[in-house]
């Protein structure tokens, strides 16, 4: 595999970082994980807005404009010959000066890295036995809105995922409510409306969510952002979750209880994989 570094392709065993770079030391940093379908990056104008943003906000120099970015990232999958994959950029601080100070990091560290595509269902969604972790989220965390290189409360939910046999974890947040999964966001139906959690449930705005969104909307089905329990989240009619790498994924048990399926998932899922083709 051939991976883009700090202006270089190189084999991905030679795609090394320094032990004093910031994102390995502290997570200083953020990262993108963009869809490829037929060799091209979906939504990459969205996933570069919520960069650019993240880079701004911990302000993080970005080495690269949008389309110079955007055209590294198509000749790494060009170089790899993977037309369907998944592709990561992973922007960090760089090397500075000892302890949390970011001063004198001012040389950005850069990688694009490629990965096999997860099989996905095409005519039905995958279906995920969730479970509801331990972990708590803040209420409108200002970091949620990116994608940090810190992850610990994810890392946390999918380690007690891994423990229970479940294929997701579940965060609620500070207030109760529940408000994503650990790499996903989430979206359940009441009678023939969908609903997903508010961005100031401490959610990540996330790119698949929006693209639900959209289809929704062009096939006119309600669709509206709301807070719910875990109580509540037990009895809808459905449950599905949105994520890059698989699209839509529907909720097939919670914490061992089975769930109910929504004709609605399954279409807005067949709706979803006909953008790639």
């Known amino acids: 595999m051939i991976t883009f570094l700090n202006g270089k392709f190189v084999a991905d065993e030679r795609a090394v970082v320094s032990v004093f770079d910031r994102g390995f030391l502290y997570g200083d940093g953020l990262f993108e994980t963009i869809r490829i379908a037929n060799g091209r990056l979906f939504r990459w104008r969205e996933h570069w807005k919520r960069l650019k943003g993240g880079a701004e906000f911990l302000k993080i120099r970005l080495p690269f404009g949008r389309e110079e970015l955007r055209r590294l990232a198509g000749q790494v999958v060009a170089k790899n010959k993977m037309p369907e994959a998944i592709l990561r950029l992973t922007l960090s601080r760089g090397v500075g000066t000892r302890g949390y100070s970011p001063r004198k990091a001012d040389r950005p560290t850069l990688a694009i890295t490629l990965h096999p595509a997860p099989k996905s269902g095409v005519e039905k969604p995958v279906r995920w036995k969730l479970m509801v972790s331990s972990v708590r989220l803040s209420v409108d965390d200002p970091l949620a809105r990116f994608k940090t290189s810190n992850k610990l409360p994810q890392i946390l939910a999918r380690a007690e995922a891994d423990a229970a046999g479940a294929d997701e974890a579940l965060l609620l947040n500070t207030r109760g409510f529940v408000a994503e999964g650990a790499g996903s966001n989430l979206f359940w139906v009441e009678r023939g409306t969908v609903c997903t ?62 769930l109910k399926q929504s004709p609605l998932v399954i279409r807005l899922a067949e709706r979803y994989n006909r953008l790639f083709f």
Request: one cysteine or more; charged letters at 25%; aromatic letters at 2%.
């Open 197 to 258: 959690p508010p961005l100031t449930a401490g959610i990540l705005p996330g790119v698949t969510r929006a693209v639900v969104g959209e289809l929704c909307r062009r096939l006119e089905i309600p669709i509206i952002e709301k807070n719910i329990r875990l109580k509540e989240l037990s009895h809808t009619d459905g449950v599905f979750l949105t994520l890059t790498s698989l699209g839509i994924v529907a909720g097939e048990s919670l914490d061992g209880k089975e």
